[in-house]
């Protein structure tokens, strides 16, 4: 049987070697087991993939609602909000989106380090960029949901008004449009946020996550 250390464990697999020889991980005095028995949870990022459109932000700050609200520890990460901040020196260049998947995974494996369930709000469009992400949260807290609304639907949709201006050429490098969108090909989950509601698609999702909860 595995044990948290070996789900939960500080350090998963990293790809990229860091870039100063003179540094040292250094482990905390808190083991993974002490903060589950605290927070009473498996902490994991509930990664939400999908098209513009296709209901990310929406889903994931309900997710954080939901959790809170039935006492869990949680945060919601959304992709607008984090280029205001983390990530506003980024722009939608394939390199620059890579990086910024890069950022949000080790902010994302912080979080869950520390106990915390993290529900992220991305396009995050290439499969290789998710697939890093995933080595740095580690395989086991990385639950990969695609939110798989069709392309009609989220541009009918277009709460921001930018597939109109993708279509009118305002907007360069818009996935869907001008640039690319791999769907995953194995999720965790995958919801057709065309068919479900949201009430309906956030208890899918709670649902997988439901086992990583402890005395609630």
Known sequence: METINERAGTLPA??????????????????PEERVRLLRQEAATIWLTGL????????????EKQLIMHGHVAYALDGDNMRHGLNRDLGFSPRDRTENIRRIAEVAR????????????????????????RDIIGADRFIETHLAAGMEICERRDPKGLYKKARAGEISDFTGVSAPYEAPENPSLAIDTGLLGVEESVTAILRAVRPRFRGI
């Open 14 to 31: 990293r790809n990229m070697p860091v870039t100063s020889s003179n540094i040292t991980w250094v482990e905390g005095k808190i083991a």
């Open 52 to 63: 513009s459109g296709s209901g990310k932000s929406t889903l994931a700050f309900e997710i």
């Open 110 to 133: 912080l979080f869950n380090n520390a106990g915390v369930f993290v529900v992220t709000a991305f396009i995050s469009p290439y499969r290789a960029d998710r697939a890093a992400a």
